[in-house]
Every structure is written in structure tokens, then in C-alpha cells.
């Protein structure tokens, strides 16, 4: 429940910034949930968005952490490859276990991934790294996907 209450109040927060006027930019949009989701979790090493650069490549776009980023990822590798290819989120407990990821750094243990449609069309992924094992669950998942929407 407190990991709900917490959502609830992202959302929030989030929901008055994106409502503000004049109209944000798609990119004005992604940077500020980007960091908004970072600086309220300390658990998250990462947190930001790979956008389609072109039909099976996504590249870095708005992100919070203090690691250097991969800059570019294909479709089917890693966990935001994977996910931008099958258009589904992804959650994985341990990345050390997951034959498919690829290290941008040693800290990362956990790491969820959601595509981000418009009209089932893939514009990028969030994907969000912790240094905790087993990070996310089905509560993360749905409201990050509620966060996603409001973009």
C-alpha cells in the first residue's frame, strides 16, 4: 500500500506539471517525468527514455542517473530492445540471470522497461534500473503504464 500511496502522489504531481500553459513539448514532457520518477526513488540507478531513431534502433533521449547511458540499443537486445520489439513491458527481478541484457554499468541488479505507443505505433521505452534485486512488481507496472499515458 505505501508503494501505492507514493504512485498516487507522483501521479499527481506529475498530472499539475504536464497540465501547465502554454502546452509542454513531447520532450519538455519526457524530461521532467524522467525526473520527477529519479529523484522521488532512491533505489533506481536509472530512470529515462530510449527513443526509435530508426526501424530497429532506439537511441537515448531524456534520462536521470548518474551513469553514463548505452547511446544506442537494438531491437531485440537487452531488456529495451526486447520490449520496443514485442511492444510489451518488461520486468526482470535479477539482470545477472537475464541471458538477454546488456551492462551498461555493475550496479544495476533489477530493471523494468515500458514501451511508450501512440495509436499502437512504438515512439521509445522508459526503462528504469535499481541496485536493488526484485525492484519492481505488478504495482509498479500498472502505474507507471498510467504515468506513460499521461504523455
Sequence with gaps: MIKEKKYKILINEIVSILNSEPELSFNAKLIL???ILYNKNSEWLFCGFYMVKE????EIGPYQS??????YIKFNRGVCGESASKKKPIIIDNVNEYSNYISCDD????????PLL????LLGVLD????KESSFDSIDLK?????????
Aim: aromatic share 2%; net charge negative; proline share 3%.
Design 33 to 35: 517525468i524522467s525526473a
Design 55 to 58: 526501424i530497429d534502433l532506439l
Design 66 to 71: 548518474n551513469i553514463i547511458p548505452c547511446t
Design 107 to 114: 550496479q544495476t541488479k533489477s530493471e523494468i522497461v515500458i
Design 118 to 121: 501512440k495509436n499502437d505505433v
Design 128 to 131: 528504469i534500473d535499481s541496485i
Design 143 to 151: 502505474y507507471l503504464i498510467k504515468i506513460i499515458n499521461l504523455i
